[in-house]
Nanobody, 121 residues
Framework: QVQLVESGGGLVQAGGSLRLSCAAS????????KGWFRQAPGKEREFVAD???????VYADSVKGRFTISRDNAKNTIYLEMNTLKPEDTAVYYC???????????????WGQGTQVTVSS
């Protein structure tokens, strides 16, 4: 079964940093657009960032300048480096993959199971 598996979530104080990883099984989605979404309690899931196979990136305004998305195509893995974290960044973070630049930001076809990030004030 093809999977996207996130790791790296946890509890951190405001102003701190965390690095999330998302590994795809085998060579699945190796040339897909990949990205991160998040869902806070009581809120809808929202786009965070995405990256193309060649490394072009797009960010939500709320994380621009604080978060960095990257990918290692040899490992079929993407990362989300999160700095200067704020309590409002608290959410379940989901990895996603989609063959199109439109799909990855609107309704990706493939999702991971999510990892919790909690930022304390």
């Amino acid at each position: 079964q093809v999977q996207l598996v996130e790791s790296g979530g946890g509890l951190v104080q405001a102003g701190g940093s965390l690095r999330l990883s998302c590994a795809a099984s085998g060579r699945a989605f190796s040339n897909y657009f990949k990205g991160w979404f998040r869902q806070a309690p009581g809120k809808e899931r929202e786009f965070v960032a995405d990256i193309s196979y060649s490394g072009n990136t797009v960010y939500a305004d709320s994380v621009k300048g604080r978060f960095t998305i990257s990918r290692d195509n040899a490992k079929n893995t993407i990362y989300l480096e999160m700095n200067t974290l704020k309590p409002e960044d608290t959410a379940v973070y989901y990895c996603a993959a989609d063959p199109s630049s439109f799909g990855i930001r609107i309704q990706p076809t493939n999702w991971g199971q999510g990892t919790q990030v909690t930022v304390s004030s």
